[in-house]
């Protein structure tokens, strides 16, 4: 499993758009990109995944760029509500053969 | 269509107490996990169903730790006895299978061992 490696916290504004980046130098050919969001005293929530070029859904966006040792989680036009911790996970997610390794995850605070 | 469910959302137990936590995946959902974060911690993996059959356990702390997916649908997990070092929030997953899939986590449930 490649491991990831994201900033540990991060502030912004309300309305404001944010950029989380993502390292994972080894990702292997068959890894997906995927990023979740926890709240305190809820689960992760999936938000958006994706394994080459621009992915996009009502939530987010997620850059990857063509070497894929990196990735970008876009949050457009944050709120106060978007303050939580995001993981970036990096694996293959098959049937038998893998697991969700959680890192420390990237702590958004979002100021009024 | 209803997410994955845990019950119960928070336990309070003493030390030496059993408690059985449970999991219901996504209806048709193959692969289950357990995740743990104990008190300011990362979230870790404990174990993973693949239907029945426990696919990866290595995550399990010892053997006070005991999960179970009988039938391959909901799953539980024992801890006996508990000990102060349990109290965190467990956390289950569950996803169909195959590239990319998504797994989708339950809200946890937050042991306190007293």
């Known amino acids: 499993l490649a491991k990831t490696t994201q900033p540990i916290s991060m502030d912004s504004y309300e309305g404001q758009e944010v950029n989380i980046t993502c390292s994972h130098n080894n990702i292997a050919t068959n890894d997906y990109i995927t990023w979740y969001q926890q709240f305190p005293s809820q689960g992760p929530r999936f938000i958006i995944q994706g394994y080459k070029t621009k992915v996009t859904n009502e939530v987010a966006s997620l850059f990857i760029p063509a070497d894929r040792k990196s990735s970008t989680l876009s949050l457009p036009r944050v709120s106060l509500s978007d303050t939580a911790v995001y993981y970036c996970l990096v694996g293959v997610l098959m049937n038998r053969d893998d697991k969700i390794i959680f890192g420390k995850g990237t702590r958004l605070h979002i100021l009024p | 269509e209803a997410g994955v469910t845990q019950f119960p959302s928070h336990s309070v137990i003493e030390k030496g107490q059993t408690v059985t936590l449970r999991c219901d995946p996504i209806s048709g959902h193959d692969n289950l996990y357990w995740y743990r974060r104990v008190m300011g911690k990362e979230i870790k993996f404990l174990l993973h169903?693949?239907?029945?059959?426990?696919?990866?356990e290595s995550g399990m702390p010892n053997n006070r730790f005991l999960a179970e997916r009988t039938g391959g649908t909901y799953s539980t997990l024992k801890v006996q006895p508990a000990e102060l070092e349990d109290s965190g929030v467990y956390f289950c997953a569950s996803s169909q299978g195959g590239f990319g899939n998504t797994i989708y986590f339950g809200e946890g449930s937050w042991l306190t061992v007293v």
């Open positions: 169903f693949v239907k029945e059959s426990k696919q990866d």
